[in-house]
Antibody
Framework: QLQLQESGAGLVEPSETLSLTCTIS??????????WGWVRQAPGKGLEWIGS???????YYNPSLKSRVTISVDTSKNQVSLKMTSMTAADTAVYLC?????????????WGQGTVVSVSS | DIQMTQSPSSVSASVGDRVTITCRAS??????LAWYQKKPGKAPKLLLY???TLQSGVPSRFSGSGSGTDFTLTISSLQPEDFATYYC?????????FGRGTKLEIK
């Protein structure tokens, strides 16, 4: 059964860099043919697509975040990672990783449970 | 960017009611629209994609329609587990923006 599990620092200081990892079990990033990506939800707000990646390394980013975001894959560990620089309080959110529908970059059919990230000194 | 506008922002209904939620895109997206259900503390659940295609395992009381700029999600007979927030998302062009959500509450 496919499972995704986010991990990483839950508290980040302003101006620092967020690093999150999504570990995939029950499917192979390389052979699945799916894209993988990240979405976030700030407190009391809606969902925001951050970006997606294919196992080949092709990436797709939300232009509003592109200058601060890097999504990468580690095929040996079957993981997808998110790095976001220059964090501010506005980046406080639940961050979710997901698998996209095959052939579609940003529509997610399987999700992790999400990880809470707070930006505060 | 394509902006997605959902209405209403919240709706109160009773078990057994029929509920319709609308989503409007700021420009045409053909049928490239997804609908999700989101409950507090839970991951979103993909209900339909493209606009009228029910995902595997989703009850048939959920249905979607529309193309171009105007879309609807209909729940034919509300069940207790359906009370949640519903989001639309366009998948026509980057960035894949979501609507602001429609909160479905128990009357």
């Amino acid at each position: 059964q496919l499972q995704l599990q986010e991990s990483g620092a839950g508290l980040v200081e302003p101006s620092e860099t967020l690093s999150l990892t999504c570990t995939i079990s029950g499917d192979s990033i390389v052979s699945s043919g799916h894209n993988w990506g990240w979405v976030r939800q700030a407190p009391g707000k809606g969902l925001e697509w951050i970006g997606s990646i294919y196992h080949s390394g092709s990436t797709y980013y939300n232009p509003s975040l592109k200058s601060r975001v890097t999504i990468s894959v580690d095929t040996s560990k079957n993981q997808v990672s998110l790095k976001m620089t220059s964090m501010t309080a506005a980046d406080t959110a639940v961050y979710l990783c997901g698998r996209t529908i095959r052939g579609v970059v940003g529509v997610f059919d399987i999700w992790g449970q999400g990880t809470v990230v707070s930006v505060s000194s | 960017d394509i902006q997605m506008t959902q209405s209403p922002s919240s709706v109160s209904a009773s078990v057994g009611d029929r509920v319709t939620i609308t989503c409007r895109a700021s420009r045409g997206i053909s049928g490239w629209l997804a609908w999700y259900q989101k409950k507090p503390g839970k991951a979103p659940k993909l209900l339909l994609y493209p606009a009228s295609t029910l995902q595997s395992g989703v009850p048939s009381r959920f249905s979607g329609s529309g193309s171009g700029t105007d879309f609807t999600l209909t729940i034919s007979s509300l069940q207790p587990e359906d009370f949640a927030t519903y989001y639309c998302q366009q998948a026509n062009s980057f960035p894949y923006n979501f609507g602001r959500g429609t909160k479905l509450e128990i009357k």
